[in-house]
């Protein structure tokens, strides 16, 4: 499942990232996406769930702090999402916890599409969708303290050792989460590539903020019962791969 989101993390000199040029005298903030949007075909069931459900669910990006309790209805613990590929464990975990409402970031139309049309065949109501930059719904969406959860399941691991700088799991990003949870709120990242799982628990164990649940000696947490395993774990599972999952608490 990728995790769409822009990181200015570090400046990217690869040829391939190389910008167009700014007008004279205009500074070009250079920024490294870690993800790609992927081309894909929109099916006529997600199109139509889309127009359909997206003015409920859809909720429109804007540059100033989000009214939680006015977005879903309600006033409840939320959990942030980033990257939900095309909704699958979005919509389970949203079913098995249906007193959480779940604020679920994807760039992917076909994926937002598919979450919706998941949401309105299984009568979901605890999800909304921003289909924006993660990054900028962190920064300018989501006040400190505001959060009780945070999901980032099986983010593009970026194999080659020179796309690495593009993962999504980076200081940077791991202390702005950090800032927007609750005292006791969790982050969850999940990941089938053992050097990624390595990265993770280096990241969110050197931020002073968050504490490792884990009791194991590896650090790696048992799959909370929330998570689903889905076909695409199945499949890893049974050809012999690994699934690692990583849980801190905001201390």
Request: proline share 10%; charged share 20%; hydrophobic share 40%.
């Amino acid at each position: 499942m990728n995790a769409p989101i822009s990181s200015p993390l570090v400046p990217d000199t690869s040829p391939e990232a190389s910008p167009q040029a700014a007008p004279a005298g205009v500074p070009f903030p250079k920024t490294i996406k870690s993800f790609v949007r992927r081309a894909g075909r929109t099916t006529v069931g997600q199109a139509k769930a889309t127009e359909e459900l997206g003015p409920r669910f859809v909720l429109p990006y804007a540059a100033r702090p989000l009214d939680l309790t006015a977005a879903f209805g309600r006033k409840a613990p939320t959990v942030l999402e980033i990257g939900f590929g095309m909704g699958e464990a979005s919509a389970h975990i949203a079913k098995v916890m249906p007193d959480t409402n779940f604020l679920c970031c994807e760039v992917h139309e076909p994926g937002v599409g598919s979450l919706l049309k998941r949401i309105g065949e299984q009568n979901i109501g605890n999800i909304r969708i921003l289909a924006h930059d993660a990054v900028e719904v962190i920064d300018n969406m989501l006040p400190e303290g505001s959060i009780e959860g945070v999901h980032i399941f099986f983010p593009d691991p970026w194999h080659k050792k020179r796309h690495n700088k593009r993962r999504l799991v980076q200081p940077a990003l791991v202390a702005k989460l950090a800032a927007r949870l609750k005292i006791g709120g969790y982050l969850h990242c999940a990941t089938d590539w053992e050097p990624y799982a390595v990265q993770m628990l280096e990241v969110l164990g050197a931020e002073p903020r968050l504490k490792n649940t884990s009791h194991d000696p590896s650090g790696y947490a048992n799959k909370p019962p929330y998570r689903p395993l889905t076909k695409f774990e199945n499949r890893g599972i049974r050809l012999g791969h690994g699934v690692w999952d990583v849980v801190f608490r905001r201390a």
